[in-house]
């Protein structure tokens, strides 16, 4: 296996051709490697089926807050072949887990009245109060916790729209109780064609600098409990160094990989794209000093390309 030594160089490579045969198994990222969120990159569609025809599990490792069924269908709308895929693990899979069984001792004490940043335009995710035995409420003083899905409204009966100042201002009055802040996807930005859009993540970071906030957990990378999830995808798939991550988000996939073991082919071309171009190895370190600890990406490649 690679090594992730903080301040190590990593291999470039032209195409993940070419690191392959060494891995049983990829944990493949979905924006920004997949698809640029609207339309399937053509030299992923070749990546995959030429993966699969190589025998490799292919696991779709993502921070979406949607189920991990929504995820496979959302590709195989985009022209990839959902039989090519071993299985999905998404972040949204993971919260939905952990507040249907409330078995982890965070979750069983949450408290039963959740507030729910959502999405508007970009489609609200469903929420399933039955199943997690809660409540919905518009207002912070109400609630007993957080859960983010999206950074466009609040959750409840009529939705209510909210900016980014106004999600700011609720973070505030929550510190103020110490509420616990549930992020279902943890990414800070995403790619949404050409453009970048602030995600769930980036109020974990609003609130982590607030005195007095509470809980803030990370259901997907680069904590943990998603990566035992996806292992948990393949039981018999021993030994990390049989597993490769693919992604571009140095804060996500690279240190989420590099804390689970697992090495990563770290694509360029995704949303530190402008900061990467032209290439610079010295920009790269700049960002993995800011993004993930001095550590490395196992390999580098421009674009997730055969």
Not at 54 to 63: D, P, Q, R, T
Not at 178 to 197: E, G, M, R
Request: aromatic residues 6%.
């Amino acid at each position: 296996m690679a090594s992730h030594r903080a301040g190590m160089a990593p291999k470039r490579v032209a195409g993940v051709q070419e690191v392959a045969s060494a891995y049983a198994t990829l944990l493949l990222d979905q924006f920004g490697v997949l698809h640029d969120g609207r339309n399937a990159y053509t030299h992923a569609l070749t990546a995959v089926e030429q993966l699969h025809r190589a025998g490799k599990h292919l696991i779709v490792l993502s921070n979406s807050g949607r189920r991990a069924a929504e995820t496979t269908e959302k590709l195989a709308r985009l022209g990839f072949n959902k039989e090519h895929f071993t299985g999905a693990v998404t972040s949204g899979e993971t919260t939905h887990e952990a507040l249907s069984t409330r078995a982890d001792p965070l979750f069983a004490s949450l408290g039963r009245r959740c507030l729910n940043i959502n999405w508007a335009d970009r489609g609200a995710t469903p929420i399933d109060v039955d199943s997690y035995g809660i409540e919905l409420v518009q207002d912070v003083d109400e609630a007993d916790f957080i859960l983010a899905h999206g950074m466009e409204a609040l959750s409840g009966a009529e939705p209510r729209r909210v900016t980014l100042e106004e999600l700011q201002a609720l973070l505030r009055k929550a510190a103020e109780r110490s509420l616990p802040l549930i992020i279902a996807n943890p990414d800070v930005v995403t790619v949404d064609t050409t453009f970048l859009v602030p995600m769930p993540g980036q109020l974990g970071l609003w609130y982590e600098a607030m005195p007095g906030h509470g809980d803030i957990v990370l259901m997907g990378k680069p904590a943990g409990r998603i990566y035992d999830a996806a292992k948990r995808v393949l039981p018999d798939c021993a030994g990390a160094g049989r597993i490769l991550a693919v992604g571009d988000s140095l804060a996500h996939d690279v240190k989420g990989a590099c804390a689970a073991g697992i090495d990563s082919l770290f694509v360029v071309h995704g949303i530190h794209k402008e900061e990467l171009t032209p290439w610079s190895e010295d920009a790269l370190r700049r960002l993995a000093n800011e993004h993930c600890d001095g550590h490395t990406p196992t390999f580098i490649v421009d674009d997730f390309s055969w």
